[in-house]
């Protein structure tokens, strides 16, 4: 029997020690061939033995702990079964509680580390304190580690408290955030291919951290799943299958940054990376005897569970291995360098990109591209997964509008073309084709998206679950009857969350920091297509979610959102004040642009690039508004064929019952002279 309060015992404690010890075995080999615990490049300053030897120890404990909190918050969110009570629910979060103190404290000494690292200040330095204090939050490096920090510290005290299933999954969804900050701390983040080393590095980071902790919450949890045990391995089977492939696809990307050709594998860097290869293919054997063996049999065979905890125990301890590899990589130089190329183009100094070589061209509109992977890779996966759905709906007989299905691929084109397109590529250097983006992202590609009823597909051609379990059915129901959803989708909030972000963002330091920085641009991004199909949804969107309002009062909303966002457009192209100046001024473009002519440009197209967007969002409110009153009266016309027009007939009674009643009798008034 297992004792369910307290500190784990010592079965459940058993995997993640295992886990450690694998870490710290294999980081200080591997520390050692790769240079991590190497004394400092002649001219600097050594910080001390304790800083260089601590720094990928702190790290792989640090990768290890975060993994097992986001691991057993996902799980208990998610995978294990839960129908009324709550002990096993409870429990994970216990552990994740546990595991987080120590993601937070290995955060914490990793980042005051790091910081002795980049700036050469050994740590008994009188002034060290006082330097960290003013400096932390000046470097980029050190920034991202605090941002973590701070938000796995949020998790941790918030995993004490919370014991409902969807407060643990709010957490689980912070936690995994908690862990993007950091692929900006990557050799490869600085190498010249910026925005895929820090993409492929974000997702290899969160693949790596869901695989090893769902595993090791399963091992953890063992004791206290019971019968449970095979819904929470079938379930987590399949999440470790798409972990798996995006953690080698997303580590070929990064060691083909790092390594730069087949030649340097024979480096020591190199060596490292085989070595991570080697786990990688020992992991995918595992997982795959797991699947052949235990997976199917779990549930009938006391046996196979067993066997899936010494098989978990053995991938645990190679998962271990890996993540010590990985943060002995991370001190490690790699054969090609990870520093900014030396460039006299001052746009890529401040974007990470080369400037266009001359104005954009009427043929450019269609010829200029510079492929985002990230944006690409959504688009695709997008359209990947709504035409599958379609094709199950009519492989199953059931009918789905093709015109859905075309306006669904269009909005992603678009969207790809407003990202990676003329608009993208002129958008990190131009205002004015800067707003062409933002409006094509937050206008003309939502309508489409919106009219394609992506949700209502889901619905419909996702098998829900009957185990107790939250699969994406089950999440995308919760949401779209959360009280959340409510409160954005309500049209004047969606309308102020639309045209309100206008006025934050660009008259902010925000403008400029998604200008410079790449995670800043994928915020934007993100935040410009969620804005407009939010907005386009409330008033046209026939996806499932809360009561929706009359047209007459949505006609109402759409007007006025349209008049402050010309609003803004007059005050743009009447403005003499130039946005984000330093950016803007600092770019030096080899052909000559007006800068403030040109986002007086920019403010002409947010005031004009909406009026098709805002007539065809009028005509199709217009439309439902007329379906509505059709769809009404031929309601009322077969009702009155059901009861032979029943009401029409009590009104007439009614009326002819008012006829014959006696008028009221009207007093007198008296005469003056009375």
């Not at 009155?640 to 009798?665: G, I, M, Q, T, W």
């Amino acid at each position: 029997m297992t004792t369910r309060t307290g500190l784990a015992p010592q079965a459940e404690k058993l995997p993640l020690i295992l886990a450690t010890v694998a870490v710290v075995a294999v980081v200080i080999p591997a520390g050692l061939l790769g240079g991590a615990f190497a004394g400092p490049v002649a001219g600097l300053a050594d910080v001390g033995v304790l800083v260089r030897w601590g720094l990928p120890i702190v790290r792989a404990i640090h990768d290890l702990a975060a993994a097992s909190t986001i691991g057993l918050l996902v799980a208990a969110a998610t995978i294990i079964p839960e129908a009324r009570h709550t002990s096993r629910r409870v429990t994970a979060a216990r552990y994740a509680c546990v595991c987080g103190v120590v993601w937070v404290v290995a955060g914490l000494v990793g980042l005051v580390f790091s910081f002795a690292d980049l700036s050469g200040t050994p740590l008994t330095d009188p002034m060290f304190g006082a330097q960290f204090q003013t400096f932390v939050f000046q470097l980029d490096f050190l920034r991202a580690d605090a941002l973590s920090f701070a938000m796995a510290l949020v998790v941790t005290m918030s995993a004490a408290v919370v014991r409902r299933r969807s407060g643990m999954l709010a957490l689980a969804v912070l936690s995994i955030l908690a862990i993007l900050p950091l692929s900006l701390a990557g050799h490869a983040s600085g190498a010249a291919d910026h925005d895929l080393a820090v993409n492929s590095l974000a997702v290899h980071l969160v693949s790596a951290v869901l695989w090893v902790g769902g595993l090791l919450a399963l091992a953890m949890l063992r004791p206290v799943l019971g019968k449970g045990l095979a819904v929470s391995v079938q379930r987590y089977s399949t999440l470790a299958g798409w972990c798996f492939v995006a953690v080698a696809v997303s580590g070929v990307a990064n060691a083909w940054i790092r390594v730069g050709s087949i030649g340097n594998l024979a480096s020591s860097y190199g060596a490292l990376v085989i070595l991570k290869v080697v786990a990688l293919v020992v992991l995918g054997l595992a997982g795959w005897q797991q699947r052949l063996r235990v997976v199917d049999r779990i549930a009938t065979d006391p046996l196979a569970g067993r066997l899936f905890g010494r098989l978990a125990l053995l991938e645990l301890v190679v998962m271990g291995a890996a993540f010590g590899l990985g943060a002995a990589l991370s001190r490690s130089a790699p054969p090609v360098a990870g520093v900014p190329i030396v460039s006299a183009d001052r746009a890529y100094a401040l974007t990470g990109y080369p400037a266009p070589a001359g104005p954009l061209t009427a043929v450019g509109w269609l010829t200029v591209w510079r492929i985002d992977w990230l944006w690409l890779a959504v688009a695709l996966i997008a359209v990947t997964l709504y035409l599958l759905g379609a094709a199950r709906m009519r492989a199953r007989g059931d009918s789905w509008p093709i015109l859905r299905t075309i306006g669904w691929v269009m909005g992603w084109a678009i969207f790809v073309w407003a990202t990676c397109g003329a608009p993208g590529v002129y958008g990190r250097v131009l205002f004015s084709m800067h707003m062409v983006m933002h409006m094509t992202l937050s206008m003309a590609a939502p309508i489409l998206m919106v009219l394609a009823a992506p949700v209502t597909l889901a619905l419909r051609t996702l098998t829900p679950r009957r185990d107790h379990t939250l699969g994406p059915r089950e999440l995308l129901l919760a949401l779209v009857h959360s009280r959340y959803f409510t409160v954005i989708a309500n049209p004047v909030v969606a309308a102020v969350i639309f045209f309100g972000s206008l006025i934050v963002f660009y008259y902010s330091p925000l403008f400029d920091l998604a200008l410079r920085t790449h995670t800043g641009h994928v915020l934007m991004t993100i935040h410009f297509l969620f804005a407009g199909y939010l907005f386009a949804w409330v008033l046209v969107g026939i996806d499932p979610g809360p009561k929706r309002w009359p047209p007459v009062f949505l006609l109402i909303i759409l007007f006025g959102t349209i008049s402050f966002q010309a609003f803004f457009g007059v005050a743009l192209t009447s403005g003499t004040t130039l946005l984000a100046p330093t950016f803007f001024q600092g770019l030096h473009l080899a052909w000559t642009v007006d800068l403030l002519a040109d986002q007086r440009t920019g403010g002409a197209v947010a005031w004009g690039i909406g009026e098709l967007p805002t007539l065809i969002l009028a005509l199709l409110v217009a439309f439902a508004w007329v379906r509505s009153d059709k769809a009404e009266s031929t309601r009322h016309d077969r009702q009155a064929d059901r009861d032979d027009d029943a009401e029409l007939k009590a009104y007439n009674v009614h009326l002819s019952a008012l006829s014959k009643r006696p008028a009221p009798s009207v007093p007198t008034p008296p005469r003056s002279g009375d």
